[in-house]
């Protein structure tokens, strides 16, 4: 590995540690970390320990596994195989599927206007704004829709299936979606009408100066429509003006990825996301 390639892999990994750590206790097993959340919430994972003399071993991983069944935590990893090739092996080795997702970062030169991607308007929560709670709420409700129906093929789940499953947060969650945008660690992003109200949602985390941006998702009945790529080239607008330097995602599948690239995203390595066969397979 180059110099530079390992400049920017050290970047990521310090972005990854990083990222949990506001939400969430560290217990060290071996060379993996398990990062549990505080509060309620969506649960975090383990990745490889940062500095470790040795790459994670299958008694690692089963320690961590048994520690994850005991929290009631899905047993998850998640880790850069750039950065720790050795890992990969392991993890198949312990019975795990392992997602191997194209890692993508941003040429800010090639990111285009997001007014010429999609047809609806793509708008960025603010917390102050009155109907913020209902934003979040159906950022929520696409993503949910959007990951539970895979892949950008059109489809019929569309404002029903969102509908069914909104519900009313709970304070604390929009007190931490708030204070995560108010100190510049979060953006979240909507696409739609107040005809068929939101169809394309995604979001963004930043540490310093490096940002990941995750969870855009469409509904399938208004995909191939450019809402996913109109999504992703707002919230990286608003990140490099916010200052971030390296902005990247991790891509489902290589058809997502296509998505990225027309938003000038390249691909520079691999996300592994290995969980249990029966949830991956």
């Keep these: 590995m180059d110099s530079a390639h390992k400049e920017l892999f050290d970047r990521l990994e310090r972005f990854y540690d990083a990222v949990p750590r506001d939400a969430a206790r560290v217990e060290e097993h071996g060379a993996l970390v398990l990062f549990v959340r505080n509060e309620a919430g969506f649960p975090f994972y383990a990745r490889p320990r940062p500095g470790a003399a040795e790459p994670p071993s299958l008694a690692d991983v089963n320690a961590v596994r048994e520690r994850q069944r005991e929290l009631a935590l899905p047993e998850a990893f998640e880790w850069v195989h750039e950065t720790t090739p050795e890992f990969l092996p392991v993890a198949r080795s312990a019975g795990l599927s392992v997602l191997e997702a194209p890692l993508m970062v941003l040429d800010p030169r090639e990111l285009p206007d997001p007014g010429t991607l999609g047809d609806v308007p793509v708008r960025v929560l603010e917390p102050d704004a009155p109907d913020f709670a209902a ?147």
């Design 135 to 281: 934003a979040v709420a159906a950022r929520r409700a696409v993503a949910a829709v959007a990951f539970a129906y895979g892949g950008t093929a059109r489809g019929e789940a569309g404002a029903a299936q969102r509908d069914a499953i909104v519900t009313e947060l709970e304070s604390a969650v929009l007190a931490e979606e708030r204070a995560g945008i108010n100190d510049g660690r979060r953006i979240s992003a909507l696409a739609g009408t107040a005809a068929e109200g939101a169809l394309a949602s995604g979001m963004a985390m930043r540490v310093d100066d490096v940002a990941e941006i995750a969870g855009v998702g469409v509904l399938p009945a208004a995909r191939r429509r450019g809402l996913g790529a109109a999504v992703t080239a707002t919230l990286a607008r608003e990140l490099l003006a916010a200052g971030a330097e390296t902005v990247f995602l991790s891509a489902g599948s290589e058809e997502i990825a296509r998505v990225y690239l027309r938003v000038g995203f390249r691909r520079v390595g691999t996300a592994c996301i290995a969980e249990p066969a029966a949830l991956l397979g």
